[in-house]
C-alpha cells in the first residue's frame, strides 16, 4: 500500500472547528471490569463551563489506576454519550498508540485551566 493511500481525506478548518477538546482533570478512577478490553471509569472535572463528565477508557497498559487521579487530560466533550456495557459514557477521553499500539493520554505538558478548548 503506498503512503497517498493512508493519508486522510482532507476536511475544511470548519469542520474541525465542530470537535470541541477541552482539557480536564481526573478526580476519579475506577476499575471496569464489566468491560470487554480492559479499561477504567475516569471521573473528570471540565471546570464551571462543561462541569464533571464521565469516561470510559482504555488505557490499563500504560496508565496506573491510583495515579490517574489529578492528572489533565484532553478529551471530545461534544460527541452523544455512548453506552459502554452498564456504564454511560460522556466524553472521548483521546490518547495515541504507543509502539506497541497500547494508549498513551494525550495530556498538556504543563498545568493549564480545566475547561480550556483544544485550538
Do not use: C, W
Not at 471546570?47 to 488505557?59: D, L, V
Not at 452498564?86 to 498545568?111: C, K, Y
Amino acid at each position: 500500500m503506498d503512503q497517498a493511500s493512508t493519508r486522510p481525506a482532507t476536511i475544511a478548518f470548519d469542520d474541525f472547528l465542530k470537535v470541541d477538546i477541552r482539557v480536564g482533570r481526573i478526580v476519579a478512577a475506577e476499575p471496569f471490569p464489566q468491560a470487554r478490553k480492559p479499561a477504567f471509569k475516569l471521573t473528570i472535572d471540565f471546570g464551571p463551563e462543561i462541569g464533571i463528565k464521565r469516561s470510559s477508557a482504555q488505557i490499563t497498559v500504560n496508565h496506573a489506576l491510583d495515579a490517574l487521579v489529578g492528572s489533565q487530560v484532553l478529551a471530545v466533550v461534544n460527541f452523544p454519550p455512548r453506552q459502554i456495557g452498564p456504564f454511560m459514557s460522556e466524553v472521548l477521553t483521546l490518547g495515541v498508540p504507543d509502539a506497541n499500539g497500547d494508549v498513551m493520554l494525550i495530556r498538556p505538558d504543563r498545568e493549564v485551566p480545566p475547561g480550556g478548548r483544544l485550538y
